[in-house]
């Protein structure tokens, strides 16, 4: 089986090894994580990932930003990206349909379980 190449962008270092941790240990995944959302493209076009999993709020630059310029890389167009993100409850996830801008996206508190779920779901859809 070839490993999926995960990576996980969130400001929050403890969120990113939680994910890395959990991701990998279920053997179908590679997981880099990345801290700096001003670094994601940079990070992304040297890992190559197969999905993107990116936190909306940092303090250096919004995730929407950080989704256009990925968008804009002819390398990472095609990457599928899934947002982190505080500002939506899990109650809001049946309202929104899962989707904020036509990106799919998870609520923290994150579950480890219902992440594998939406990264299973992106990446079937590819």
């Known amino acids: 089986m070839v490993k999926k190449k995960i990576l996980v962008v969130d400001d929050e270092a403890s969120i990113t090894r ?7 240990k279920t053997g179908a995944y590679v997981v880099r994580t990345e801290n700096e959302g001003t670094k994601t493209v940079e990070v992304a076009r040297e890992f190559k990932p197969d999905l993107i ?27 599928p ?11 809001e996830l049946d309202t929104k349909g ?17 992440v594998k779920t939406v990264i299973e779901r992106t990446l079937a859809n590819v």
Request: glycine content about 12%.
């Open 81 to 91: 990206i899934v947002f982190l993100t505080a500002a939506v409850k899990k109650e």
């Open 18 to 24: 939680l994910l890395k941790l959990n991701l990998e």
């Open 53 to 79: 999993l990116l936190d909306v709020m940092m303090p250096d630059i919004d995730g929407g930003d950080v989704a256009a310029h990925l968008q804009a890389d002819g390398l990472l167009r095609s990457v």
């Open 98 to 114: 899962g989707m904020i801008g036509g990106f799919a996206y998870i609520a923290k508190p994150l579950d480890v379980n219902g």
